[in-house]
């Protein structure tokens, strides 16, 4: 598959690179609901429930219904096999949930992927950063969408890839840089692919760590 990724002893790749959407059903409801509204397609047994993987691809969104997201575009997915029974092309039933996915979580203003519950990265928190808001929550956005797409393992290595990577880029800033703002973000995508609260937290504290170390090397 396109783009394929080792992690340990799992695998991912990216389903829109290869041509392919997967409906990623979380749960066993999620599943039933599939099995009685989606057109029937190749199916991949997972941990928690199935992946159903379909010829074509589209934009990917998560949580488009309870335990349900679209994986294709700009994600990862867990490879688990080959999987059983004939694929099917996309339908308008399945592009209909990337739709509805969106209207039930809109974008907040600026398209920050961010909680409600959470203050947005904004210059307010950064007075001293030299980037540009558009710059930083870019990337934000790439982190956590990254660690939203390994619902199954990995959320917990690539939080610390992203507090990594996201605080290096501040390395030259006189600061603050807000990071604590990105901190609570990283931490709050990795929960909710069912990483354990203080293992995020861990995760996101050594990679800012790991960050320091080698930029304060590296002069």
């Not at 809109?106 to 409600?116: A, F, T």
């Not at 007075?127 to 870019?138: I, K, N, Q």
Request: proline letters at 5%; a positive charge; charged letters at 15%.
């Amino acid at each position: 598959m396109a783009g394929h990724l080792a992690r340990g002893r799992a695998v991912g790749y990216h389903p829109g690179g290869a041509g392919l959407t997967v409906l990623d059903l979380d749960n066993a409801d999620a599943v039933a609901w599939a099995r009685a509204h989606m057109p029937a397609t190749r199916t991949v047994a997972t941990t928690r429930g199935e992946h159903w993987i379909y010829l074509g691809a589209i934009p990917s969104s998560n949580a488009v219904r309870p335990g349900a997201d679209v994986k294709s575009l700009m994600q990862y997915t867990r490879w688990l096999g080959p999987g059983a029974s004939t694929m099917t092309r996309l339908t308008a039933a399945v592009r209909a949930l990337v739709v509805r996915g969106e209207e039930a979580n809109p974008p907040p203003i600026g398209g920050r992927l961010v909680s409600s519950t959470l203050a947005p990265w904004s210059r307010n928190v950064a007075t001293g950063c030299r980037h540009t808001e558009r710059y930083v929550t870019d990337g934000l956005n790439r982190g956590l969408a990254k660690i939203r797409a390994l619902s199954e393992s990995g959320a917990g290595s690539q939080t610390f890839g992203a507090a990594k990577f996201l605080a290096a880029q501040h390395s030259q800033c006189p600061g603050p840089c807000g990071l604590e703002t990105i901190a609570a973000h990283l931490i709050a995508a990795a929960v909710s692919v069912g990483v354990p609260d203080d293992y995020a937290a861990r995760a996101v504290t050594r990679g800012f760590e790991s960050a320091n170390s080698f930029t304060n090397s590296a002069r």
